[in-house]
């Protein structure tokens, strides 16, 4: 949607029933169509803000800026236009949610989210978005004046028709409410994972999530059986261990090696060595 071009357009008014139309001043018609062009896309935020949809909020700007030209030929031009332009807006949107039809309606926030893959922040702003929606019209129009539009107290109520005692009790019984429904909601969304077994975020673990280790397989133990005889002590020496091949006693013993000293070797004569 191109926010630049003007959502509204002026149209002839109509004389006593005769289909005589009278035409606009030039001056003031080619004024007002400068201010549509300059605020008409900060009107429609406002807008949007008020009714929940783009759609909705097109059809009541439009409204709006059909009144406000009425008024300002008749005036002759007015001098704060703005602020008569969202008072007007304000005033059509509350008549508006008096009377809407409570059942299906479009809506940018879909009933099913995806997977938690937004920052915590943009959550947040989902789920307070979903309940200004439902606050009543009078409560909403002021929440969105003071904290959207960032108005006063005192403009706040000028626009709105109201008391600045009214302003502040309206304010304060809607920031009532957001807190008390969104602490219940987020109640409802720690029960839920409790109950579905999902640990509270302080519980879980920093890591990632590990399986129990294996422990070591124990050594194989012996079967059971009587315990093992100890051999019977003999004279012919120690008693063979267990595992070593024994001995035939038929075999005869070999004799003892002798080692012979090698022959000592002659002197060689001085005489043969002087020769």
């Known amino acids: 949607m191109d926010l630049r071009v003007p959502l509204w357009q002026p149209r002839l008014a109509r004389g006593n029933g005769e289909g005589r139309t009278v035409a ?3 001056a003031l ?3 007002f169509r400068e201010f549509v062009a300059a605020r008409s896309a900060a009107l429609l935020r406002t807008a949007y803000l008020l009714a929940g949809d783009w759609a909705t909020a097109e059809d009541l700007l439009q409204t709006a800026l059909t009144k406000t030209y009425l008024a300002w030929k008749r005036l ?6 703005e602020p008569y332009a969202r008072r007007v807006l304000v005033n059509t949107a509350t008549s508006w949610w008096r009377r809407r039809w409570h059942g299906e309606r479009p809506t940018d926030v879909l009933p099913e989210q995806p997977a938690r893959d937004r920052v915590q922040e943009q ?11 439902q606050l009543p019209a009078r409560q909403r129009a002021v929440l969105v004046l003071r904290f959207y539009e960032d108005l006063s107290e005192a403009q706040t109520a000028a626009l709105l028709n109201i008391s600045a005692g009214t302003v502040k009790s309206q304010s304060s019984r809607a920031l009532a409410t957001l807190r008390r429904r969104l602490a219940a909601e987020q109640a409802a969304e720690r029960a839920a ?10 519980a879980r673990p920093n890591g990632p999530a590990t399986g129990p280790r294996n422990p070591r397989p124990a050594a194989p133990s ?3 059986g009587p315990p093992a005889q100890r051999p019977a002590a003999t004279g012919r020496g120690p008693a063979a261990v267990p595992g070593t091949p024994r001995v035939r006693p038929d075999l005869p013993t070999p004799a003892p090696v002798v080692a012979v000293p090698p022959a000592p070797v002659p002197a060689i004569p001085a005489s043969r060595v002087d020769a």
Request: aromatic fraction near 2%; proline fraction near 8%.
């Open 29 to 31: 018609e080619e004024e």
């Open 222 to 224: 012996a079967p059971a």
């Open 76 to 81: 002759g031009g007015i001098e704060a236009v």
């Open 24 to 26: 606009v001043s030039d």
């Open 123 to 133: 959550l947040d702003r989902d789920a307070l978005w979903r309940h200004v929606q």
């Open 193 to 202: 994972e409790q109950a579905a077994g999902v640990p509270a975020p302080s």
